[in-house]
């Protein structure tokens, strides 16, 4: 039975070690599978984009660059050919994929290989739960410390997701957080010390943080609503229902006298007919002399 330190949340460490799950912890390392884990996680990582030229994708070198006899020179056809300074590369890399498979089966047994090496060399310590409310890397910095790993490279598997702790170690180059699930056997051997979560190896999953006391948060609410209270006036009683109708009724009689009222005064006042001018007499006709 391979056994652990243990830790308290604070980083404290107990009295008592912890008993590692025979079932994974068996101590055999199997050193060509791992190999094999390692060479096929680096091939999946390549991305397979590099390219070189070759003669027929170099610019220029179209014409032949002196003519076949009588130079006393090598002949030559191109001066893009390979021998040539500028000219095109043989057998250069060109794009492809690198994915390499390996059996599901082989990649566990690497994966185990990995943790048993860790757990031998003392190099694997195991925690109680990781404790952040909120994501803090100072917090994390300290509970480092406390373990005596900072500096080294760390890999902290989790039970779970666990938010707050991964943005508190994304600002630590040495440091990689991830599900003790999604942990491969490169990432078990990239780091130098292996802080794993208790509730990861006995399967019962860390109870959430209790929240702050109910106390705190509660009483300032009531002090607000409170004052609230006083400083608005009372509301008055509701009449019964004659009382509002007779109210409205009165209501609607001034504001439709006073309607009326507006109405009357906007209208122009009545003028009265214009006295006729008596009308001019004509004069009488002149007698004529002749007439007389």
Same mark, same amino acid.
């Given at each position: 039975?391979? *056994?652990?330190?243990?830790?308290?949340a604070?980083?404290?460490?107990?009295?008592a070690?912890?008993?590692? /799950?025979?079932?994974?912890?068996?101590?055999t390392?199997?050193?060509?599978? &791992?190999?094999?884990?390692v060479k096929?996680?680096? #091939?999946?990582q390549?991305?397979?984009? =590099?390219?070189? @030229?070759t003669?027929?994708?170099?610019?220029?070198?179209?014409?032949?660059? !002196?003519?076949?006899k009588?130079?006393? %020179?090598?002949?030559?056809?191109?001066?893009?050919?390979? =021998?040539w300074?500028?000219?095109?590369i043989?057998?250069?890399p060109?794009?492809?994929?690198?994915?390499?498979?390996?059996?599901?089966k082989?990649?566990q &047994?690497?994966r185990?290989?990995? &943790? #048993?090496?860790?757990a031998?060399?003392?190099?694997?310590h195991v925690?109680?739960?990781?404790?952040? %409310? $909120?994501?803090?890397?100072?917090?994390l910095?300290?509970?480092?410390?406390?373990l005596?790993?900072?500096?080294? @490279?760390v890999l902290?598997?989790?039970?779970g997701?666990?938010?707050?702790l991964?943005?508190s170690?994304r #600002?630590i180059?040495?440091v990689d957080v991830m599900?003790?699930?999604?942990?491969?056997?490169?990432?078990?051997? !990239? +780091?130098?010390?292996?802080v794993v979560?208790?509730g $990861?190896l006995?399967?019962?999953?860390p109870?959430? &943080?209790a929240?702050?006391p109910?106390?705190?948060?509660?009483?300032?609410?009531?002090?607000?609503s409170?004052s609230? +209270?006083?400083?608005?006036p /009372? @509301?008055k009683?509701?009449?019964?229902?004659?009382?509002?109708?007779?109210?409205?009724?009165?209501? +609607?009689a001034?504001?439709?006298?006073? +309607?009326?009222? @507006?109405?009357s005064?906007?209208?122009?006042?009545?003028?009265k007919?214009?006295a006729?001018?008596?009308?001019?007499?004509?004069?009488?006709p002149?007698k004529k002399?002749?007439? *007389?």
């Open positions: 039975m391979i *056994e652990a330190p243990h830790y308290s604070a980083g404290a460490r107990r009295d070690t912890f008993a590692l /799950p025979e079932e994974y912890f068996d101590g390392v199997n050193e060509p599978v &791992l190999h094999q884990a096929v996680f680096l #091939n999946n390549r991305q397979g984009t =590099h390219q070189t @030229k003669r027929s994708f170099v610019s220029g070198g179209n014409q032949k660059p !002196w003519k076949q009588g130079t006393g %020179r090598a002949r030559q056809g191109s001066t893009r050919a390979p =021998h300074r500028g000219g095109g043989v057998f250069g060109s794009p492809r994929d690198y994915r390499t498979d390996i059996p599901r082989v990649k &047994l690497a185990k290989s990995a &943790l #048993n090496a860790r031998r060399e003392g190099a694997l925690v109680e739960r990781f404790a952040f %409310r $909120a994501p803090k890397t100072a917090q910095a300290q509970l480092l410390a406390t005596g790993v900072a500096g080294r @490279k902290l598997l989790t039970a997701q666990n938010d707050n991964y943005l170690g #600002n180059p040495a599900p003790y699930p999604q942990a491969a056997a490169y990432d078990i051997l !990239w +780091s130098e010390a292996v979560e208790e $990861a006995t399967g019962v999953m109870e959430p &943080l929240d702050e109910e106390e705190a948060t509660v009483a300032k609410p009531a002090k607000r409170a609230r +209270s006083a400083a608005k /009372p @509301k009683a509701s009449t019964k229902p004659a009382v509002r109708a007779a109210e409205k009724a009165a209501k +609607s001034k504001k439709a006298a006073k +309607s009326a009222k @507006k109405a005064a906007k209208k122009p006042a009545a003028k007919p214009a006729r001018k008596p009308a001019a007499k004509k004069p009488a002149k002399k002749g007439s *007389e």
